[in-house]
């Protein structure tokens, strides 16, 4: 493992701080329970649409603390989110702090955060939304759901992509062209009717959990199809090779020809497919969130959370902040494609020669 | 002496494209037939297209003949399907021309020589380890992967894997052709070590009649998909028959003796 | 003056990592009309050396000393311009695949015209590709076709006409017959001697076919770690070698033994060139060594007619 990420790290820098930071992004995912200061669905009303907290280490009498602190904020007019900083009222940030009672991952219920500030002290990183939600805390829950559904569906398309697309290769006749007859329907419509069209043809009204799993169902059904097909063709070439006809007269199983030889041989082109493709998934159910088929309030997921600000005007303009999210599904995406990138450089077994 | 190997009028046709895309018909086989008795060495010379490969694939039913029989021990392997065959397969093994695609580049060497061993993965890794140690490869590298060997180790590795099985009988498909002289010269060396060592059969396909000399007891040539003279190593180089062998042997004189 | 004449030359690769010598002090010389092979085990630089004359090193090489003579002019300074001028003109070089070095989309006529140098019609460029393809005796339809359509012989043989058609006084072979049948590389080995004496070409013939080299030419130079071990005449060669490298590779040869005796191997293996041993390359691998040989590189020695860098045949030394 450390070999590889050195190998990563001297082929490809920016493939290698991608990495980073999608690992960062993950756990900050796992562990938003305690690193966001807020639920995710509280409301501070009086706070609507409030920009970001501004973090400060000098006081108005120039006086530093060694302990960053926020002001209190003043309200001018919350239905114009208008507020200033109250400067008479610091608030040091905290960290591990005591608060409301959350339950960790929905199992360990703890009062413990990452940081925080007491007493009326709010510290809204990322701004608040219309409903004075603290978008910071948003974002972070919000991530579990965009990045998780990147990684199951992909794995789900992987796996039948990988089944179907060995067998059609390795057996061909009638089984390979049933197969690939089929891989081109599905590859035929344009993909994202094609998730409309799945999505619409179920009830809008399902429980949060369902939906999900809807989506990343429906997401890997579509994926599938183009990774079997390319897959269908490298099994064609490798099949051809001489150390599988030397597999065969040594009377290796089919199956293990194909397990243990012809599939990983594979795995120089797929593992970078992957990886280039989960940022389609992930756009996917930001797409339909963004349309409104898919997490619905109060969950957050990144894109829903951008379906508020589309086309509202006042928002853009006033309540930049609000357009967070939108720069993580940006983020992310760039990670996974440089992260691609480094890693087709890598598993180049045609770079393995030596020097 | 006990008749190991035994075919019968063997026919091959192939459907194939070239590099440019045009489909050919190619008769392979036209028609071979010849024996191989036990712990013997039969060469089979032949230029491109003659044949010899495809029927050194075909003798061990990498390719299925559309007519004519192979006999193996007595048993008609002809039109025998594959989960029949597979037990039998042990039996008899193949070693490719060219190193640097006969290994699996994702296996290490003592992988790929393990693979077919029957037993523990003690046993596998026991006796994996002494067909590796016997062909020469040196310990350190059991665990490298083949891109870290050269073309005469690759080589080495692919006749451990072919023992693994323990077989009777070996097809080794032009195993020298792609080797450096030197390294040529220990393959040969260690392919006759073997052979005394597990008391093996050859099927020795070449195009370079100077090695087929060397290694053969008996020499078939080859022609068109048809061997046209076969007989004992001496007395065909002494007294070639066929019009063919007579030219070739002729060519080698003049263009390659020293 | 030579046709050709190599003089110390010492060429480079750089990989990732490092910059590694692969031809070591090279020196050699080419008369008119003389045929000499280059003969050599795979990593022994010999097409290295084929294509620095040629100077059509890959990018990561560089001629780091040394002088190449054509004609009595440098090229080693002379740019890509000039060079053009000279490969098909002074210098030919056929190689091993022909199909790989013939364009499978233009039709022989057409690739063969466009090797056709000097100022001449194109009605004029045709009837010297119609008069080179009778000597290279491929009948004149062949103009009009396409590389696929032919064999490998013939199209070997175009290769070869294209080579000379422009009379170049030093024609390179790398390997042109090991991807033939034997009969038909005896076929292109005898069309070459024609041309040879013919043309009055000269030739450097690279393989690594003792036998054949013995066959084709008079002189044999025998490279091993990017140097040139040894230049004898071929029948010397064979009879007896000076350099414990030619003498154990010539062991190698099947067809000195009775059948199925054991052949005598060289020991070890060829040296990887970003590693090679102190002082003679060939050392670890050879009966005769001697404590000098450890330490120093042996400098080349004239020994009746051959020339051979060995400390078996004189005291005298290069720094390492």
Known sequence: ????????????????????????????????????????????????????????????????????????????????????EDKDKIYPIKFFVRGNKRKILGLFPSNFYLFGTEGDGKIFLFGTDIQGRDVFSRVLYGSRISLSIGLIGVSISFILGLFFGSISGYFGG???????????????????????????????????VQIYFLIVVILSLIGWASLARIIRGMVLSIKEEEFILAAKSLGISTFRIITKHIIPNTFSYTITAITLSIPGYILGESALSLIGLGIQEPYPSWGNMLSVSVGNLRILTSAPWMLLPGFFIFLTIICFNFLGDGLRDITDPSLNTGY | ???????????????????????????????????IDKGETLGIIGESGSGKTTLGKTVIRLIEPDEGKIIFKNIDITHKKENQLRPLRKKFQIIFQNPYKSLNPRMTALEIVMEAIDGSKKEKIEKGEYLLNIVGIKKNKFRSFPYQFS???????????????????????????????????????????????????????????????????????????????????????????????????????????? | MGILEVKNLIVSIQSLYKKVNILRNISFSIGKNEVVSLVGESGSGKTFTALSIMKLLPQAAKIETGEILIDGENIIEKDEKKMVKIRGEKVSMIFQEPSSHLNPVFTIGNQMVECVKGNLTKGEKKEKVIEILKEVELPEYIFYQYPHQLSGGMQQRVMIGMAIINKPSLLIADEPTTALDVSTSFRIINLLKKLISTHKISVIFITHDISLAVNFSDKIYVMYAGEIVEKSPSKKLINSPLHPYSEKLIACLPEKYKKREKIKTIEGTVPDFSSLPSGCAFHPRCPYKKEICEKFLPEEIKIGESYVRCFRYGKITKNN
């Open chain 2, 151 to 258: 073309g005469g180790e690759r080589q080495r590795i692919a006749i451990a894997r072919s023992l693994s099985t323990e077989p009777e009988f070996i097809v080794c498909d032009e195993p020298t052709s792609n080797l450096d002289l030197s390294i040529q010269a220990q393959i040969l060396n260690l392919f006759m070590d073997l052979k005394e060592k597990f008391n093996l059969t050859y099927l020795f396909i070449s195009h370079d009649l100077k090695v087929i000399k060397f290694v053969s007891d008996r020499i078939g040539v080859m022609f068109k998909g048809r061997i046209v003279e076969i007989g004992k190593t001496e007395e065909i180089i002494k007294n070639p028959e066929n019009p063919y062998v007579r030219e070739l042997f002729e060519i080698e004189k003049k263009q390659f003796s020293i």
């Open chain 2, 1 to 35: 002496m006990e008749k190991l190997l035994k075919t019968i009028n063997l026919k091959k046709n192939f459907m194939v494209k070239d590099k440019y895309g045009m489909v050919k018909k190619i008769n392979a086989l036209r028609g071979v037939s010849f024996e």
């Open chain 1, 1 to 84: 493992m450390i070999n590889f990420l050195n190998r990563l790290r001297k082929k490809n820098i920016f493939s290698f701080i991608a990495l980073i930071i999608i690992f960062f992004l993950y756990i900050f995912s796992f562990l938003a329970d305690f690193i966001s200061p807020y639920p995710f669905d509280k409301q501070f009303r009086e706070y609507s649409l409030c920009p970001p907290t501004k973090i400060h280490f000098i006081d108005k009498s120039g006086k530093f603390h060694i302990r960053p602190f926020v002001y209190g904020i003043r309200i001018i007019n919350s239905s114009v989110g208008k507020y200033r």
């Open chain 1, 174 to 208: 009638k089984v390979d062209n049933i197969l690939m007859r089929l891989v081109e329907i599905i590859m035929m419509f344009p993909s994202f009717y094609l998730l409309l069209a799945l999505r619409a043809a179920f009830p809008t009204d399902l429980s949060t």
